[in-house]
């Protein structure tokens, strides 16, 4: 099973170049979600989706867009990349609302802006 | 609004010894807690969902407890082993479609 899987892994970018980091799941799951990871912080919401065509802002969405034209994949892009955007980045689907069911993640995609 | 506090941040211990890893979260009208195990360099791997129905869950060496009155949850490892060394992160929902996460403990077994 592949579950959730993001590419690439690593990147490096230069200050405002875009980029798309790619995320999919093979679990017919509604929910899909992308976090990013800062040290010595907790994970943070960029953007969710409930379904095809539904996507929704989280906590920091400034920066970023995404689509969510089929129920597999949930694209995340980086309009003009800045050094303030060097992070992890996780992508997550669930069955359900997060009040009911688990959350699965991927491996992250690790970004740095130069 | 709901925030999610890991104490320690950062934990070593001898091989073999049974230990406790702390969450905390402030409202305590949650629906459930899960605890998440992140190993360098890699993704979030799910160890235990807890429901809030529910004060304890178990996957064989772990265990974890809720307590939603005192706004804490506990994640105990039994006989930890130096491949238990990882960063345990915990997470709690918030709305139907955001969960909030601790900063993580950082976890070292040594042999």
């Known amino acids: 099973n592949a579950g959730v899987t993001q590419t690439p892994k690593f990147q490096v970018l230069k200050t405002g170049q875009s980029m798309t980091l790619q995320c999919a799941q093979d679990?017919?799951?509604?929910?899909m979600s992308w976090y990013r990871q800062d040290p010595g912080m907790g994970l943070r919401l960029i953007h969710y989706?409930?379904?095809?065509?539904?996507?929704d802002q989280g906590e920091v969405p400034n920066g970023y867009n995404v689509s969510r034209s089929t129920t597999e994949d949930f694209p995340l892009r980086l309009l003009s990349a800045a050094p303030s955007q060097t992070s992890v980045y996780f992508c997550?689907?669930?069955?359900?609302?997060?009040?009911?069911?688990?959350?699965?993640f991927g491996q992250g995609t690790r970004l740095t802006v130069v | 609004k709901q925030e999610v506090t890991q104490i320690p941040a950062a934990l070593s211990v001898p091989e073999g010894e049974n230990l406790v890893l702390n969450c905390s979260f402030t409202?305590?009208?949650?629906?459930?807690l899960q605890w998440f195990r992140q190993d360098p360099g890699k993704g979030l791997t799910s160890l235990l969902l807890?429901?809030?129905s529910q004060r304890e869950q178990t996957s064989g060496r772990l265990n974890a407890s809720l307590d939603k009155s005192s706004g804490r949850s506990t994640l105990y490892i039994a006989a930890s082993q130096p491949g238990d060394s990882a960063t345990y992160l915990c997470?709690?929902?918030?709305?139907?479609?955001?969960?909030?996460w601790g900063a993580g403990t950082k976890l070292i077994i040594k042999p």
């Open positions: 409202d305590s009208a949650i629906y459930n």
């Open positions: 807890i429901q809030s």
């Open positions: 679990m017919n799951h509604e929910y």
């Open positions: 997550a689907s669930s069955y359900a609302r997060t009040q009911n069911t688990e959350a699965f």
């Open positions: 997470a709690a929902p918030a709305g139907n479609y955001q969960l909030i």
């Open positions: 989706s409930v379904g095809a065509g539904i996507t």
